[in-house]
C-alpha cells in the first residue's frame, strides 16, 4: 500500500496496528473552531475529543482557529475538557477572523507550530472560509485535515443540513412569534431580516415555519423583482398585517433599504423592520444539531483513519458522506423552488 492510494495518517495508523504498540498511541489531532460560531460547535468538539481519544489518539486544542495556529494557543483535552459542553452554543475554543493565515508567510508559521506541537492531522470546524483556508493549507503542505460544517447559513454544498442551522431556524421562527403579536395588533407591514450571506435557506424556511406571508430571498432576486412582485400579488387582500422575512444579502438589499422602497413607492402602507442580527448565533443547541455534530465529530475521526484528506464530512439522505473541500466551498447549494411554490400557497 503506497502513501498516494491511502495518505501518511492511514499508514502510520495501521502500522501502530501491525505493531506491539496501541493503536494511535503516539499519534496527534489538532482541533479548532474558525469563522462564525455557530450553536453545536462545541458538540462537536465533543465528538472529536472523544472520538480521537477512544482510537487512542491524542488531542490537542487550538485556540482561537488559525489566528491560534500563528500564535501557539494550544493545549492538550482530556476526556473531562470536553465534559458538560454540549448543551452550550458558541465555542469554548474561541474563533478569530486571521488575515495572516491568508498569506503563504502566515500559513509557513502555522505549519511550523504544527510541527512543533506533534500535531498529525487537524479537524476544522467553520463554514466556507473555514474551508477555503483548510483546502490551500492542505495542499500546500500536503497536510490531512477534515472539515466539518459548522454555519448556520446552511450554504456548503454536498451536505443537507450544518451544524447550527436548525437551531438558528427555530430561534427565527420563535422570533417571529413574538413579533406577530405586534404586528396582529396594528395594521403594518414587517420586515425581518435574517442572517444568511448569499443563501436563503434561512429566510425561506423560516418564512414557512413562522406563518409570514412571504420571504425575498438571493437566489431569486436576479429573475424578479420580489418587492413588485410581492406587492402585486395582493398580499394584504385578507390580512390587517403581513411579515415577510429578508435574507441580509447586498443581492436584495436588506430590509432597510426594502422598506425605504415601500416608503418611497408604495407609501399606503405602514412599514416596520426588525434585524435579528447576532441574536440567531446564540442559544443552546436543538437536539438534531447536538446530535448532527456528534456524528459529524465521530466521522471525522474515522476519516482520517481511513486515509481521507481534503474531505468536509456532510449528512445526505441521513448518511454520512465526505465531500471534497473543492466540490463543498465552489459549488453552489440549490434551494429548493418547491418550497417557495409551498410558501406562496399558505400565505393566502
Not at 503516539?26 to 458538540?43: Q, V
Not at 400579488?233 to 390580512?239: H, P
Request: hydrophobic share 40%; aromatic share 8%.
Amino acid at each position: 500500500m503506497c502513501f498516494q492510494e491511502k495518505g501518511l495518517f492511514y499508514l502510520r495508523y495501521h502500522k501502530m496496528e501491525e505493531t506491539t504498540k496501541a493503536p494511535g498511541k503516539n499519534y496527534c489531532i489538532g482541533i479548532l473552531t474558525s469563522g462564525g460560531d455557530a450553536p453545536g460547535m462545541n458538540a462537536a468538539i465533543r465528538a472529536v475529543t472523544r472520538a480521537a481519544i477512544y482510537k487512542g489518539f491524542c488531542v490537542k486544542a487550538i485556540y482561537r482557529g488559525y489566528k491560534g495556529l500563528l500564535s501557539d494557543e494550544i493545549v492538550e483535552f482530556k476526556t473531562q475538557n470536553v465534559s458538560n459542553i454540549i448543551q452550550q452554543g458558541g465555542t469554548i475554543l474561541k474563533t478569530a477572523r486571521c488575515k495572516e493565515f491568508q498569506t503563504p508567510e502566515g500559513r509557513k508559521i502555522a505549519h511550523d507550530t504544527l510541527v512543533r506541537e506533534n500535531i498529525d492531522a487537524l479537524v476544522v470546524i467553520g463554514g466556507d472560509g473555514t474551508l477555503t483556508g483548510a483546502r490551500i493549507f492542505a495542499t500546500e503542505y500536503n497536510f490531512p485535515i477534515v472539515g466539518l460544517p459548522g454555519t448556520i447559513d446552511n450554504d456548503l454544498f454536498g451536505t443537507d443540513s450544518t451544524i447550527g442551522y436548525d437551531t438558528a431556524l427555530n430561534t427565527i421562527m420563535e422570533a417571529v412569534d413574538k413579533i406577530r403579536d405586534t404586528a396582529t395588533s396594528h395594521e403594518r407591514l414587517f420586515f425581518i431580516e435574517v442572517m444568511g450571506r448569499d443563501a436563503g435557506f434561512l429566510a425561506l424556511n423560516g418564512a414557512i415555519a413562522s406563518g409570514a406571508e412571504a420571504a425575498i430571498i438571493p437566489e431569486y432576486n436576479t429573475e424578479v423583482d420580489q418587492l413588485e412582485e410581492l406587492i402585486k400579488n395582493g398580499f394584504r387582500k385578507s390580512k390587517n398585517s403581513s411579515i415577510v422575512l429578508v435574507a441580509e444579502s447586498p443581492t436584495t438589499g436588506g430590509a432597510m433599504q426594502l422598506a425605504e422602497r415601500v416608503k418611497n413607492e408604495y407609501p399606503q402602507y405602514d412599514v416596520r423592520v426588525s434585524i435579528l442580527g447576532h441574536l440567531q448565533r446564540g442559544g443552546s443547541p436543538t437536539a438534531h444539531d447536538r446530535i448532527l455534530a456528534s456524528r459529524m465529530g465521530a466521522a471525522a475521526i474515522d476519516a482520517l483513519i481511513e486515509g481521507q484528506r481534503n474531505v468536509m464530512i456532510g449528512i445526505q439522505n441521513d448518511q454520512i458522506v465526505y465531500v471534497p473541500f473543492s466540490k463543498a466551498i465552489k459549488n453552489d447549494k440549490p434551494i429548493d423552488r418547491e418550497l417557495l411554490n409551498t410558501l406562496r400557497t399558505l400565505s393566502i
